[in-house]
T-cell receptor, first 111, second 110 residues
């Protein structure tokens, strides 16, 4: 067990509403990542963090923001959700040998 | 930029051997990961190759050729539970970003 949890696991919301997904780790790892996964596209990197208050964009960052105010938490925010952001979101932490450990995923539906 | 290519789908028979290929082009490279993902679940780590050659881990082996930008995952003695998506992910460059291919959906038939 890699000690990573995501919340909420499932969420249904309406277009235009803000949404925040939380990723929590108990491993004290420096690097954390947010991916989305959609049929035909695989896992695509949204944002990642390399330390407290240190974040950078991934492949598909438009419409998303992140924050990392402490080592254990990495938040993903959709300021104004759109239907194109309906997806499964995975958080991951990077272990000491470089491998990623994934959370169980958060399924978001935007109506 | 990065370009990762792997077959979309493959079918194999229980007890057989299957090889899943991955070719990649990256701006920097430290190594290559393979992950397994069952439907509705999170990806799980299978292997990490840094050096050229074959690394064996039980029924699963992974091969890397850095000069050719090529890797494969070899699954032996296939079992029904091996039906899953297999994701290739080159790693490295100026950042610690791990970029995934779209994955190969393997169906194991009786």
């Amino acid at each position: 067990d890699a000690g990573i949890t995501q919340s909420p696991r499932h969420k249904v919301t309406e277009t235009g509403t803000p949404v925040t997904l939380r990723c929590h780790q108990t491993e004290n790892h420096r690097y954390m990542y947010w991916y989305r996964q959609d049929p035909g596209h695989g896992l695509r990197l949204i944002h990642y963090s390399y330390g407290v208050k240190d974040t950078d964009k991934g492949e598909v960052s438009d419409g998303y923001s992140v924050s990392r105010s402490k080592t254990e938490d990495f938040l993903l925010t959709l300021e104004s959700a759109t239907s194109s952001q309906t997806s499964v979101y995975f958080c991951a932490i990077q272990g000491n040998t470089g491998e990623l450990f994934f959370g169980e995923g958060s399924r978001l539906t935007v109506l | 930029g990065q370009n990762i290519d792997q077959p979309t789908e493959m079918t194999a028979t229980e007890g057989a051997i299957v090889q899943i290929n991955c070719t990649y082009q990256t701006s920097g490279f430290n190594g290559l990961f393979w992950y397994q993902q069952h439907a509705g679940e999170a990806p799980t780590f299978l292997s990490y190759n840094v050096l050229d050659g074959l690394e064996e881990k039980g029924r699963f082996s992974s091969f890397l050729s850095r000069s050719k930008g090529y890797s494969y995952l070899l699954l032996k003695e296939l079992q029904m539970k091996d039906s899953a998506s297999y994701l290739c992910a080159p790693y490295g460059g100026a950042t610690n970003k791990l970029i995934f291919g779209t994955g190969t959906l393997l169906a194991v038939q009786p």
